[in-house]
């Protein structure tokens, strides 16, 4: 995939009714997702149990757009290969999460998939600089990971501006995860980031069988997100 600067929605299936996911997949898309994001989490890492990579594998013929798979867990390194065989198209792991995060980037890259750090709120933007050229996209979480519908800590937003500042013009795409929505999304387009994960804030007010409400979501989201940029 081409690499841009576009706003990208990346609506979190963790929102999504589980008893049907691949109908929701679908809805999401539809109404205008570009990404499709699945939070990995292994009740150690973050406090909650998620996905395993055969849950990843069922997903996987249902997206059309590009799957962004968010590893929470730890160690790591041993599952990368099962999620990128799953068929993520880009996995991300945490600074956080073991002792060597450039070995954790390498691993993945040697898997053929596109590579992402994540950080965690008390982790700072200057402990991504020696890993960027191993990077794809930093994703600057803007809640404690661990559950949805947390609200958005304001200082995430200078820490965005933080990591812009160190890409420069390298290709790397910088995602927020964590509180999401019409109102939070502007200052951090004006920081730099470019794709923003929602969860509650795309699903809210819809269902499968009502999609209609996802679209609106996203809608609003991009709006906001596109206004912050050419007022910028």
Not at 75 to 90: H, Q, T
């Amino acid at each position: 995939m081409a690499f841009d600067r576009s706003i990208k929605i990346a609506p979190s299936i963790l929102s999504a009714d589980f008893a049907d996911f691949g109908r929701e997949i679908q809805a999401i898309e539809a109404q205008g997702a570009d990404w499709v994001h699945v939070d990995v989490m292994d009740g150690h890492f973050v406090p909650n149990l998620t996905f395993g990579p055969p849950a990843v594998k069922a997903f996987r013929p249902h997206v059309k757009t590009f799957m962004d798979v968010h590893l929470m867990i730890a160690p790591v390194d041993p599952y990368i290969e099962a999620y990128a065989e799953a068929g993520a198209d880009m996995i991300v792991a945490h600074f956080e999460a073991g002792p060597h995060p450039h070995r954790t980037l390498q691993a993945i890259r040697a898997t053929g998939k596109k590579a992402g750090i994540s950080l965690n709120p008390g982790t700072p933007a200057s402990a991504v600089e020696y890993l960027l050229d191993l990077c794809d996209m930093v994703l600057v979480m803007s809640v404690n990971p661990g559950f949805g519908g947390q609200k958005f800590i304001p200082s995430s937003v200078q820490k965005v501006a933080q990591v812009r500042e160190m890409i420069g013009d390298r290709e790397i795409h910088i995602q927020v995860d964590g509180g999401v929505d019409p109102n939070t999304v502007g200052p951090l387009v004006a920081a730099g980031a470019d794709c923003f994960v929602a969860g509650s804030a795309v699903f809210k007010g819809g269902s499968v069988d009502n999609p209609a409400p996802y679209g609106e979501n996203i809608r609003a989201i991009r709006a906001a997100a596109e206004g912050a940029r050419k007022a910028a």
